[in-house]
């Protein structure tokens, strides 16, 4: 009984010690420290090598740093761990989105809004996707749905207001103009000086 005392609370302390890595980890990268945060998630993965958090956030880091094969792979290998993860398919859907590969940025905005409980960045993304791939019908409906869910969704009120004038719906499209900048969205009074004056 002495010893199974004993190896568990050596099992709890190598766990901690563990978890105390993963957490320096994130005190670096938070601190904009990539280079550093990026050496201590990979010494943590040595020992957790399917740990989500720590490939999320190392991929974000070498995102950071512009390294975009690398935010992939890590991006990627957190979602083979955690197939139902929103949060990585989110990062996918914004790295192909920077790269403009709007397919794949659809795509994983699609499979993040197939998860139960998807939050309203989702079909933002979906609609910016569709956007930038010239389906208006339904990035307006996505962007819709997005103000639906939160009404004070200031970015989607403006990227649906920009859609709004390359449809000529220029009445619509103030509309969501003076929303956003009721919201503070930067770039949204010049859209209105710009369309609606």
Not at 133 to 159: C, H, P, W
Not at 169 to 185: H, S, T, V
Not at 187 to 197: I, K, P
């Amino acid at each position: 009984m002495k010893y199974l005392s004993i190896f568990f609370l050596l099992l709890l302390l190598v766990s901690s010690c563990g978890e105390s890595k993963s957490s320096d980890a994130d005190s670096l990268f938070a601190a904009g420290q990539f280079d550093k945060a990026i050496e201590a998630y990979t010494d943590y993965l040595k020992t957790k090598p399917k740990h989500v958090k720590s490939l999320y956030n190392r991929g974000r880091a070498y995102e950071e740093l512009g390294d975009i094969a690398k935010a992939e792979s890590d991006f990627k290998a957190a979602l083979d761990a955690d197939n139902k993860n929103v949060q990585v398919m989110l990062a996918l859907s914004n790295l192909y989105h920077k790269q403009k590969n709007y397919s794949n940025a659809l795509l994983y905005a699609e499979y993040a809004s197939e998860v139960s409980g998807a939050p309203v960045m989702v079909y933002f993304m979906k609609g910016r996707a569709l956007h930038m791939l010239g389906n208006t019908d339904q990035a307006l409906k996505e962007y819709s749905t997005a103000i639906k869910m939160d009404k004070d969704f200031a970015q989607a009120y403006y990227n649906r207001g920009m859609l709004k004038v390359a449809t000529e719906n220029r009445k619509g499209a103030c509309d969501d103009f003076r929303q956003a900048a009721r919201l503070n969205f930067d770039g949204a009074q010049q859209a209105l000086a710009d369309y609606c004056s």
